[in-house]
């Protein structure tokens, strides 16, 4: 018998944390505003992951800068029924691509796709016991738990992102911790950081930088999305 309920319900975290924790071994699908997603799981890990009707296995490749679609249809057949790995084959055959590319290619949008659906928080939801990917697909293995905390971390740094620039009377300080991995900072910010110090405000670090005080907002912002610096309690 499926299960199957609604999101408002049923947060989708609780969802995937349940078929994580009893091991299911199935496809559950999403359906939001007229988009649907399907996540096939096998004994609670997660192995595929598409966007019912928008994901084929060559847009992804050439979504992931992989190969064009000219140079794979140079190589493959018109036949739409050759499988995900039939045509991985052609394309390793072709030199177009190697098996490691393509399996990292499939692996990232396997999660890209998990992190997105658990950002979701309407719609309605089956899950399908027993049901998995076609013998033509390539699957791959994520732990669902690396895949909820990724997601969770996407969505903090999304929430960081929307987030205005700090109000010149804000102080910072370096975080205690760096983060990794250690992120690549712009000159400016380098010209900003020596400045960083809970007896600072974020203006008298831009007059000390001789910075345009909207700019060292903006830096100090990035900085702190970062995990660079963190604001002083």
Known sequence: MALKGN????????????????????????????????????EGQLIHAAYTGQDDFLGVLEGAGVLSREQALAVLPGSPEAGDKELALMLISA????????????RAHTLDIACEV??????????????????????TL????????EAQRRQEEARR????????????????????????????AWRLLPFVDPRNTVRQIAQAAHVDEAQAQRILRDLHRAGVIEPEP
């Open 161 to 188: 992102a929307q987030a205005p620039p700090p109000d010149p009377q804000a102080r910072f300080r370096i975080a205690p911790v760096p983060p990794q991995p250690q992120p690549t900072l712009p000159a400016e």
């Open 142 to 149: 994520l732990d669902m738990q690396e895949v909820m905390a």
């Open 7 to 42: 999101l408002r319900d049923f947060p989708i975290a609780n969802l995937l944390g349940l078929i994580r924790s009893a091991r299911k071994t199935g496809t559950l699908t999403v359906e939001r505003a007229g988009q649907a997603a399907r996540l096939a799981f096998q």
């Open 95 to 106: 030199g177009l691509a190697t098996q490691e590319v393509i399996l990292r290619t499939v």
């Open 118 to 139: 658990l950002a979701w928080l309407s719609g309605e939801f089956r899950f399908e016991d027993g049901e998995l990917p076609s013998e033509g697909q390539i699957t």
